[in-house]
T-cell receptor
């Protein structure tokens, strides 16, 4: 069992739909990252959070430390949101990131 | 700032050759990470530097891999000798005190 698991692995949505990607982890963490990787391969850090909720534009990330669960929501999805979304748990004092396997999102017109 | 700069973007080499990947972190960032991404294993941490000192190299696959950070603005990841199973995308990332990471564009390595 991976220490960080994401669901779903693949997700297809129509433009405008509300999207939720889930991340569960089994390790103790100091923070959790959500990353976005576009088809070109570049990786962008969307959020780093250790409690509660963060919002940036149409993206919202939440985390429940007690339940060891985080979600990434995309409101009013758009084709340009098509990418792989990766959650990564920050563990220990060595700033080690343990990555989930990613969720491949495709938003169609 | 130009962000994290990696070179080369693509590297094709033959098995047994030495490969050197380079990274220039964002100025002022005190943490630098080397990651490897493959289809089979996803993203994996290879090594982490803090203030130019290697803190965690437990992810380095074997002795063929070595990494250095001679100063705050430059790091290298070297593979010698390279093998086909080393083919992957290698990312460098840097981070400041806030913890947010900034990734380079990656180096696509193909070992034939």
């Amino acid at each position: 069992k991976n220490e960080v698991e994401q669901s779903p692995q693949n997700l297809t949505a129509q433009e405008g739909e509300f999207i939720t990607i889930n991340c569960s982890y089994s390790v103790g963490i100091s923070a959790l990252h959500w990353l976005q990787q576009h088809p070109g391969g570049g990786i962008v850090s969307l959020f780093m959070l250790s409690s509660g909720k963060k919002k940036h534009g149409r993206l919202i990330a939440t985390i429940n430390i007690q339940e060891k669960h985080s979600s990434l929501h995309i409101t009013a999805s758009h084709p340009r949101d098509s990418a792989v979304y990766i959650c990564a748990a920050l563990t220990g004092t060595a700033s080690k990131l343990t990555f989930g396997t990613g969720t491949r999102l495709q938003v169609t017109l | 700032d130009a962000g994290v700069i990696q070179s080369p973007r693509h590297e094709v080499t033959e098995m047994g050759q030495e490969v050197t990947l380079r990274c220039k972190p964002i100025s002022g960032h005190n943490s630098l990470f080397w990651y490897r991404q493959t289809m089979m294993r996803g993203l994996e941490l290879l090594i982490y530097f803090n203030n130019n000192v290697p803190i965690d190299d437990s992810g380095m696959p074997e002795d063929r891999f070595s990494a250095k950070m001679p100063n705050a603005s430059f790091s290298t990841l070297k593979i010698q000798p390279s093998e086909p199973r080393d083919s992957a995308v290698y990312f460098c990332a840097s981070g400041g005190d806030g913890g947010k990471l900034f990734f380079g564009s990656g180096t696509q390595l193909s070992v034939l």
